[in-house]
């Protein structure tokens, strides 16, 4: 392989090719110590060398293809996980060039490879817009390799190179023939330095690939795995590029108009695409990237569009007449409920700060993106007047309810957690104010409320109960959930305020629990409140403060003992196993809980709150996937799945206090 790698220099004198060589073997001396400097400090380059750090290998390949696409020389890319869980990447852009580069008496494409820092833009002629967050590229990904191999389509030939921890194996060679043209690398992560895992998740690999489809609008890419019996293949190709992307993110939703509004410009080399679309709901998701980059924490591109929004919407609502001259202008937030945005920037030298480097700062995009987006949304807004009526219009009711919830809030707020004059009449409240030992039982029924309230034990425990259905507030605007007195309530003996005033330290109980029949009624009130809860106090259930209560299901009496059956898992199998276990006579009789009202004070104390006698189950969210998840589902329309799924969640769990 020597041999044709040397075929590839030109013709030099005896006296250039040692000094060639005395230059190449300092040269490669500093390339080992470059790249051995990132194999002993990784986390340096690639931030760590978990399951994130190794699939963060693939995008700092990809990235280059990606780049070489947004250049207009690339449509397709492929990405392989092959069967020993290597990476293969591939594209139909130019090829890494082959020849010779001055300074280095190397080919281009081991200096891509093996110098720090080299990956990505050649000079003059390099690209516009590179991607790569650390911008550390491919010879940190060749480092953190037990083999990397790059095979470049080019000129009509096939070049090959092999490298081993980053080292040189042999120069380039040419290996064949060919008509194509493109790059196509293969790399196998050390096991050395990936300790904690080498396994490559397909769904999260194809997830990403998706993404960069939306985002790189007509572009192919593709993601295989080639691990299990049958390949499983995904093809992303979108010709609305982010239009796509929020009609994706709308698929389950109600717009509140047909097709997103999608627009794009250029200015000063700063490429800006925004797309938008409102639904029927009350939440706001706005996406934002910066050279495909997910911009987590926002940055300037974020805030010239949220500027130019809340202008544009409030002069086309003044100048249509929809806001009267003594109204008050459409707030920002006003503007944003129900909508579902994606900003894409793609810029020449974008600034990264913040906490995890997501937030864009470059400052004269914020100026850029709200002069794009400002002329193209007004130009849309006067050509669909239907469209513009239906967004102004739903900013109102956004304002509406902002003004009532605000009011609300004002009757909520307590000026003393410790002062009682505020609580609700209901709420027969626990005598200690140490809320890490406090609980709250939200009771159904006045009946049953009555029982709680006698069997508690009131040094710690406080009940308030709640009457028929509560509402649903998926359904339900803020102005109305706050009418809700039973929501009030709730809200109000919690401590905790309310919306954006939400303050999980001052819960004045550490342990909020439903308890309702176990009967399908009592199931569709605790969903309702679950939903509530979820919507409006989720801290509470991320600090693992909401239960649910499990009364029992039987009780088995005989002469004057009872034994209970707990709810759970073959509750009939237990019930079996008891009666079985008792002598024959007195004949035991079965009784069967329908309702919390069955039980007497004493029976409710002892199965369902004496905290060394009862279960319950905590309520959580096993991560924040997940809780996405749940979201959409809590937003749904349908309570059937909603309620499986909470029923499924809520953890059984025996808990010793
Ligand atoms: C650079 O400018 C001259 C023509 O070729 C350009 C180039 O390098 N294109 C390019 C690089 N296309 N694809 C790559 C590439 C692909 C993979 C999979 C990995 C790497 C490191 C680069």
Redesign the pocket.
Known sequence: MKGSGEALAKEKTNEEMLDDAANYDASQIQVLEGLEAVRKRPGMYIGTTSKEGLHHLVW???D??I??AL?G??SQ?DVYIEKDNSIT???N?????VDIQEKTGRP?VET??TILHA?GK?GG???KVSGGLHGV??SV?NALSETLD?TVYKNGQMYFQEYHRGAVVADLAIIGETDQR????HFVPDSQIFTETTEFDFKKLATRVQELAFLNRGLSISITDKRPEQEIKNSYHYEGGIASYVEFLNEKKTPIFADPIYTEGELEGITVEVAMQYITGYETNILSFANNIHTHEGGTHEQGFRMALTRVVNDYARKQKILKDNDENLLGEDVREGLIAVISVKHPDPQFEGQTKTKLGNSEVSTITNRLFSDAFQKFLLENPKEGRLIVEKGLQASKARIAAKRAREMTRRKNPLELSNLPGKLADSSSNDPANAELFIVEGDSAGGSAKSGRNREFQAILPIRGKILNVEKASMEKILANEEIRSLFTAMGTGFGADFDVNKARYHKLVIMTDADVDGAHIRTLLLTLIYRYMKPLIEAGYVYFAMPPLYGVKQGKNITYVQPGANAEGRLKEIIESLPATPKPTIQRYKGLGEMDDHQLWETTMDPERRTIARVTLDDADQASKVFEMLMGDDVEPRREFIEENAHYATLDL
């Open positions: 700092e390949i990809v280059n293809s780049d070489e250049a020389y690339a890319i990447v591939v594209d852009g130019r090829g890494i060039p281009a891509v490879f990956g050649f002629g390099g690209y590229g491919s990904v790059v493109g790059t196509k690398v």
